[in-house]
C-alpha cells in the first residue's frame, strides 16, 4: 500500500499497476493477487484509508476552537493541508474507478462522515441556513477547496497566486460562500 501511496504521490494513481508494484517490491509479480483481488481493491482500500486520515485531520481541526468563523478557517486549513501532505490519498480518493457503483457502499461511510463535519461546521456558521442550503454550501464549499487544491497539487495554480497566500484566498473564499 505505501509503494502504491508513492507512486500515487509521484506520477499519480494512473501509474499504479499492480506488477508494477511488484517489480518495485522485489517480489513476484504474482505475489500483490494472494493479498488483493485487483488494482481495484488496492485503490479502494486505499481511499477509505484517506478518507480516515482526513476526518481525523478535520475532526481535530474542528475541536481547536468554538467560535464558528475560527472553525472554519481551521478546517479549510486542515484540507487544504492534507492534500498537500498526503497528496497519493488525496488523488485516489476522488479517482472515477474508486467511486464505481460497487465501491459506493464502503466509501460512503468514510466519505459521509467527513461531508457531515464540514456541514455541521457550516450550520453553525451561518445559523439562517435551511438544511437544503447547508447542504448545497457544503457541496460548494468542498468543490472549491478540491478544485484549487488540484490546481495547486499539479502546478498551474502557482502562475495565478503565490503559494503563501492560497491559504489566505481559501478561508476568504470559502466563508464567502458560507455566507452567501
Same mark, same amino acid.
Given at each position: ?65 468554538? &467560535?464558528? *468563523?475560527? %472553525?472554519?478557517?481551521? #478546517?479549510?486549513?486542515?484540507?487544504? +493541508? ?5 497528496? $497519493? ?9 474508486? &467511486?464505481? *457503483?460497487? %465501491?459506493?457502499?464502503? #466509501?460512503?461511510?468514510?466519505?459521509? +462522515? ?5 456541514? $455541521?461546521v457550516i450550520?453553525k456558521a ?40 492560497e491559504d ?13
Open positions: 500500500m505505501q509503494a502504491a501511496l508513492e507512486v500515487s504521490a509521484e506520477s499519480g494513481p494512473q501509474d499504479i499497476s499492480l506488477r508494477g508494484l511488484a517489480r518495485k517490491l522485489g517480489v513476484t509479480t504474482a505475489a500483490p493477487y494472494h493479498h488483493l483481488r485487483d488494482k481495484g481493491e488496492l485503490l479502494l482500500l486505499l481511499a477509505i484509508e484517506g478518507y480516515s486520515r482526513l476526518l481525523e485531520q478535520l475532526q481535530a481541526a474542528e475541536t481547536k476552537f468554538s &467560535a464558528p *468563523a475560527k %472553525n472554519i478557517d481551521s #478546517l479549510t486549513r486542515a484540507y487544504l +493541508q492534507f492534500g498537500r501532505e498526503e497528496p $497519493g490519498y488525496y488523488r485516489i480518493m476522488f479517482l472515477r474507478e474508486v &467511486a464505481q *457503483a460497487n %465501491n459506493v457502499m464502503q #466509501l460512503e461511510e468514510p466519505a459521509a +462522515q467527513c461531508f457531515d463535519l464540514v456541514r $455541521g450550520a451561518n445559523k439562517s441556513l435551511s438544511s437544503d442550503q447547508v447542504s448545497e454550501r457544503t457541496v460548494s464549499v468542498w468543490s472549491f477547496l478540491h478544485g484549487m487544491l488540484l490546481l495547486s497539487l499539479s502546478g498551474p495554480l502557482a502562475r495565478r497566486l503565490a503559494p503563501e497566500h489566505r484566498v481559501a478561508i476568504e473564499t470559502v466563508m464567502r460562500i458560507i455566507r452567501g
